[in-house]
């Protein structure tokens, strides 16, 4: 019998000998001793093994016995944390209440507030829990970014969802710097992707089909770890094909020899999480480009614009040769795309736009310099594939930015509550304190009702240092806010918004309510001059209702081509800043295209712009783009 766990010597080595040469043939999980493990005798080790309750005792343990009343509260904050992510609100809650998050180091915070979003999640269902606890990305602390995707992969396990839960633990690996850790890590995931092939999850079925290559790798050495064979060197046979199919794989670090008693001849890849190999990126092997968009299908409208926009820039480049190609992927996988792209020798992918895709395109082993037009949630992406967005974070930012060079400290924000609003609330925060600037308080509202008095009243109750209000919402939401605002004696106070307040379209009757406003928008929508207008006009005349009314999409997909021809004259590398007509664009350093923006302010109901984006201050900007950074 040829079991999964590296045999101990003695009787059980022998009676492993004598069933193998009996030709009894089935690969067994390893199975629990009939005593339960004793429990871990110190809070690391509970937390390698994923006991955050157990962790949480011994750290209160340590707490009341250290004299030192500084380690003591060290401890005690510990504790607290673990409690949040064992979920204990009770007692994360009664630990963290005696912690100040000003009087935090920056980790610290960071951590504060991860505990705070995890007790505010505990008693949602995963699905609403998932939706507000976004995934890290490039800028993370590791501490954070493995605890976030920790916690994402036991919401995703609540949910019987266990191919997502693995690919959680599989990008948490990314981030653990601890060796033990890591073995942990690695075991659950091997364990997870047992119970998912006695389900009929394996790497062919319908529900890998979106898995990246590193769980789908996982599933088939579980697929393997399951089945039977007639003896130890079919099995290893089996093994070797695996370890040459997905060379580098993390099961390599320990689980091959723990659980199959096999040496492997590698060892998985050692990255940097967040930082792109620019040196190592493919240059274009022609001129063609392609450009891969949901043609049809419920993205059909935004895509139409996207690709509008491309082709406008397109035909007003005097240097573009090729006409581009261009793929409906509403029925097409990555790998379907990938083969296209290169059965079609294209010099430049651009697409796909749909978040899934976007993820495992950034996985696949291509040589296509790929730009995908979505952010993935993982850090990692393989040298030559860059991610652009319109992602409200970066107009989140861009508040921040301008309100701190106005000289404003003190802040309050009302963000609808929500995914969308908790991304957008994480990004001006950070951006905010790391320009000196405090949040003096915040609330949330939800975008249905149509009265926002108990939010705004929550969050005006306690205003003392504030000198502005961040709103994020639809134009009908920041509209009645403003009034209400007003209404609730904060006639005075600065309110600032993102793009998201304005239609595009100027409406003085409709945004009256709005003056005073500032937000942050695309040279596109709100820049002034004769060339922008004249390109304008040219757009609506020649593409009409996408050029005129998906304003934002269009620009887009100019700045998509804009990005396409650098990489065909140049390439990208990190820190490179160009102008665009959705904003000055910077290469971050894992790939992804940061925007920055124009800003203007409402003035009798009209928007009147006050700045465009400055290249200096892309150039000099050391910030992230990640809503959990905090280095």
Same mark, same amino acid.
């Given at each position: 019998?040829?079991?999964?766990?590296?045999?101990?010597?003695?009787?059980?080595?022998?009676?492993?000998?004598?069933?193998?040469?009996?030709?009894?043939?089935?690969?067994?999980?390893?199975?629990?001793?009939?005593?339960?493990?004793?429990?871990?005798?110190?809070?690391?080790?509970?937390?390698?093994?994923?006991?955050?309750?157990?962790?949480?005792?011994?750290?209160?343990?340590?707490?009341?016995?250290?004299?030192?009343?500084?380690?003591?509260?060290?401890?005690?904050?510990?504790?607290?944390?673990?409690?949040?992510?064992?979920?204990?609100?009770?007692?994360?809650?009664?630990?963290?209440?005696?912690?100040?998050?000003?009087? /935090?180091?920056?980790? $610290?915070?960071?951590? !504060?507030?991860? *505990?705070?979003?995890? &007790? @505010?999640?505990?008693?949602? =269902?995963? %699905?609403?829990?998932?939706?507000?606890?976004?995934?890290?990305?490039?800028?993370t602390a590791p501490e954070i970014a493995?605890?976030?995707?920790?916690?994402?992969?036991?919401?995703?396990?609540?949910?019987?969802?266990?191919?997502?839960?693995?690919?959680?633990?599989?990008?948490?690996?990314?981030?653990?710097?601890?060796?033990?850790? /890591?073995?942990?890590? $690695?075991?659950?995931? !091997?364990?997870? *992707?047992?119970?998912? &092939? @006695?389900?009929?999850?394996? =790497?062919? %079925?319908?529900?890998?089909?979106?898995?990246?290559?590193?769980?789908?790798?996982?599933?088939?050495l579980a697929d393997i770890g399951q089945?039977?064979?007639?003896?130890?060197?079919?099995?290893?046979?089996?093994?070797?094909?695996?370890?040459?199919?997905?060379?580098?794989?993390?099961?390599?670090?320990?689980?091959?020899?723990?659980?199959?008693?096999?040496?492997?001849?590698?060892?998985?890849?050692?990255?940097?999480?967040?930082?792109?190999?620019?040196?190592?990126?493919?240059?274009?092997?022609?001129?063609?480009?392609?450009?891969?968009?949901?043609?049809?299908?419920?993205?059909?409208?935004?895509?139409?614009?996207?690709?509008?926009?491309?082709?406008?820039?397109?035909?007003?480049?005097?240097?573009?040769?090729?006409?581009?190609?261009?793929?409906?992927?509403?029925?097409?996988?990555?790998?379907?795309?990938?083969?296209?792209?290169?059965?079609?020798?294209?010099?430049?992918?651009?697409?796909?736009?749909?978040?899934?895709?976007?993820?495992?395109?950034?996985?696949?082993?291509?040589?296509?310099?790929?730009?995908?037009?979505?952010?993935?949630?993982?850090?990692?992406?393989?040298?030559?594939?860059?991610?652009?967005?319109?992602?409200?974070?970066?107009?989140?930012?861009?508040?921040?930015?301008?309100?701190?060079?106005?000289?404003?400290?003190?802040?309050?924000?009302?963000?609808?509550?929500?995914?969308?609003?908790?991304?957008?609330?994480?990004?001006?925060?950070?951006?905010?304190?790391?320009?000196?600037?405090?949040?003096?308080?915040?609330?949330?509202?939800?975008?249905?009702?149509?009265?926002?008095?108990?939010?705004?009243?929550?969050?005006?109750?306690?205003?003392?240092?504030?000198?502005?209000?961040?709103?994020?919402?639809?134009?009908?939401?920041?509209?009645?806010?403003?009034?209400?605002?007003?209404?609730?004696?904060?006639?005075?106070?600065?309110?600032?918004?993102?793009?998201?307040?304005?239609?595009?379209?100027?409406?003085?009757?409709?945004?009256?309510?709005?003056?005073?406003?500032?937000?942050?928008?695309?040279?596109?929508?709100?820049?002034?001059?004769?060339?922008?207008?004249?390109?304008?006009?040219?757009?609506?005349?020649?593409?009409?209702?996408?050029?005129?009314?998906?304003?934002?999409?269009?620009?887009?997909?100019?700045?998509?081509?804009?990005?396409?021809?650098?990489?065909?004259?140049?390439?990208?590398?990190?820190?490179?800043?160009?102008?665009?007509?959705?904003?000055?664009?910077?290469?971050?350093?894992?790939?992804?295209?940061?925007?920055?923006?124009?800003?203007?302010?409402?003035?009798?109901?009209?928007?009147?712009?006050?700045?465009?984006?400055?290249?200096?201050?892309?150039?000099?900007?050391?910030?992230?783009?990640?809503?959990?950074?905090?280095?």
């Amino acid at each position: 019998m040829i079991v999964s766990r590296k045999p101990s010597l003695g009787v059980f080595a022998l009676f492993l000998f004598a069933l193998t040469l009996g030709g009894c043939a089935q690969q067994m999980r390893q199975t629990s001793p009939d005593a339960a493990p004793a429990p871990a005798s110190s809070p690391t080790q509970a937390i390698a093994a994923g006991d955050y309750a157990r962790a949480a005792e011994l750290y209160m343990q340590a707490s009341s016995r250290e004299s030192n009343p500084d380690r003591s509260r060290r401890l005690r904050f510990e504790a607290g944390l673990a409690a949040a992510q064992a979920g204990n609100v009770s007692m994360a809650q009664q630990i963290l209440d005696s912690f100040t998050p000003s009087s /935090l180091q920056r980790l $610290d915070r960071g951590r !504060y507030e991860l *505990a705070r979003r995890e &007790i @505010s999640i505990a008693s949602l =269902p995963p %699905s609403q829990a998932l939706d507000r606890l976004p995934p890290p990305s490039s800028g993370t602390a590791p501490e954070i970014a493995e605890r976030v995707w920790e916690k994402r992969a036991q919401l995703h396990f609540e949910q019987n969802n266990l191919i997502a839960g693995i690919g959680a633990l599989v990008q948490r690996g990314v981030w653990l710097i601890d060796d033990q850790m /890591l073995r942990g890590n $690695d075991n659950t995931i !091997y364990d997870k *992707a047992l119970d998912a &092939i @006695s389900l009929g999850q394996g =790497p062919q %079925s319908p529900a890998a089909r979106d898995a990246d290559q590193t769980t789908i790798g996982w599933l088939a050495l579980a697929d393997i770890g399951q089945r039977r064979w007639s003896s130890r060197n079919e099995r290893d046979r089996a093994l070797r094909d695996w370890e040459q199919r997905f060379a580098q794989h993390p099961a390599t670090r320990a689980v091959l020899e723990d659980r199959f008693n096999y040496r492997p001849a590698t060892s998985p890849a050692q990255r940097e999480p967040g930082q792109q190999a620019f040196g190592e990126a493919p240059r274009p092997q022609n001129d063609s480009v392609a450009l891969a968009l949901p043609l049809t299908g419920k993205f059909e409208n935004a895509a139409k614009a996207i690709r509008d926009g491309f082709m406008f820039a397109y035909e007003n480049d005097d240097t573009a040769s090729s006409r581009p190609m261009i793929y409906d992927t509403n029925t097409m996988s990555a790998t379907d795309l990938q083969r296209r792209a290169e059965s079609d020798r294209v010099g430049v992918l651009v697409g796909p736009l749909d978040k899934p895709k976007v993820a495992e395109m950034s996985r696949l082993n291509s040589r296509i310099p790929t730009v995908g037009l979505n952010y993935s949630d993982s850090p990692d992406a393989r040298p030559g594939f860059y991610q652009f967005a319109l992602a409200p974070e970066d107009e989140a930012r861009e508040v921040a930015r301008h309100a701190a060079d106005e000289g404003h400290r003190g802040a309050l924000a009302l963000v609808p509550s929500g995914g969308w609003g908790s991304r957008v609330f994480d990004a001006f925060r950070e951006a905010f304190e790391q320009r000196g600037g405090q949040l003096v308080n915040y609330a949330t509202y939800e975008p249905s009702e149509p009265d926002h008095r108990d939010p705004i009243q929550a969050v005006l109750r306690n205003r003392s240092g504030a000198d502005f209000i961040f709103v994020a919402g639809q134009p009908d939401q920041a509209r009645l806010i403003r009034s209400q605002l007003r209404y609730y004696r904060a006639r005075n106070l600065p309110m600032f918004t993102t793009s998201h307040a304005y239609t595009g379209t100027v409406n003085a009757g409709d945004d009256i309510d709005l003056n005073g406003v500032g937000f942050a928008d695309m040279p596109w929508v709100i820049g002034q001059g004769n060339f922008l207008e004249t390109r304008r006009t040219e757009a609506e005349q020649r593409y009409g209702t996408t050029a005129k009314h998906y304003k934002r999409l269009f620009a887009m997909g100019m700045d998509a081509w804009r990005l396409t021809d650098r990489i065909a004259a140049q390439g990208l590398s990190g820190g490179d800043v160009f102008e665009g007509m959705s904003g000055v664009l910077k290469v971050n350093p894992d790939g992804t295209i940061r925007r920055y923006l124009a800003w203007a302010v409402f003035r009798n109901g009209e928007p009147q712009l006050v700045e465009m984006p400055s290249m200096s201050d892309a150039r000099n900007d050391t910030s992230s783009r990640d809503p959990w950074a905090t280095r």
